[in-house]
């Protein structure tokens, strides 16, 4: 029988169901920018888009659900979450679908939390804790896409879908920068207290 961790803590397991879900995810990502860029299936590419961002929180939920929470899926979701949006962005770019300044403002702020991480690390802390104004900003922006794209497959109904897309896509974007104002000023606090005890070992030393 397969080893149940405790409840509430974080097992080493690879093989689990919200794993299993995760890696599934991932697949979609070349198939949706297959039928993307390749054929031009956009019907299709929106189903797999809308799969993929509706299981954003399946993995998570089902993980706390069985608990069967575990440190590679912890590393799995967020890393899906992040190539579908890269993935979309571009391919969205490419075909006009979404303009450069978008792609560029979202981009920007993944660039800017990059570097916050980079200087966390070189002061020995891991990435901050992923905050639920991220998560719904991620969520949101997952909903927004399959709504611009349906709108390009289907132009007899854009008048109703380009608004609902964009009014999405704004939000997402206003969510997706304040998460980031949150994680700076959890990184300067971090930053902060470790300069603060650095200080007073020196001055006792």
């Not at 590419?45 to 939920?61: C, P, Q, R």
């Not at 089902?62 to 899926?73: F, T």
């Not at 800017?112 to 991220?134: K, Q, S, T």
């Not at 207290?193 to 007073?200: G, I, K, L, Q, S």
Request: include cysteine.
């Amino acid at each position: 029988m397969a080893e149940q961790a405790a409840p509430g803590t974080v097992s080493n397991r690879i093989w689990t169901i919200p794993n299993v879900i995760s890696f599934i995810r991932l697949l979609g990502v070349p198939l949706f920018l297959y039928l993307l860029l390749g054929p031009h299936h956009d019907v299709a590419a929106v189903i797999v888009l809308a799969v993929g961002g509706t299981t954003d929180w399946v993995d998570g939920y089902v993980a706390r659900r069985m608990n069967s929470v575990s440190r590679l899926g912890e590393l799995l979701d967020p890393f899906a979450d992040r190539l579908y949006i890269l993935a979309t962005l571009l391919g969205f770019t490419v075909r006009e679908i979404v303009p450069w300044w978008l792609t560029t403002a979202l981009l920007l702020r993944e660039a800017v939390l990059g570097v916050a991480l980079l200087v966390l690390r070189r002061h020995g802390y891991g990435p901050p804790p992923v905050h639920y104004v991220g998560k719904t900003g991620t969520f949101v922006l997952l909903a927004a896409f399959p709504v611009l794209l349906l709108a390009k497959a289907v132009p007899s109904a854009d008048t109703v879908l380009l608004p609902c897309g964009w009014a999405l896509a704004w939000w997402a974007l206003g969510l997706y920068w304040a998460a980031a104002a949150l994680y700076l000023t959890q990184t300067r606090a971090l930053l902060r207290a470790d300069r603060d005890v650095t200080t007073r070992e020196a001055v006792a030393g």
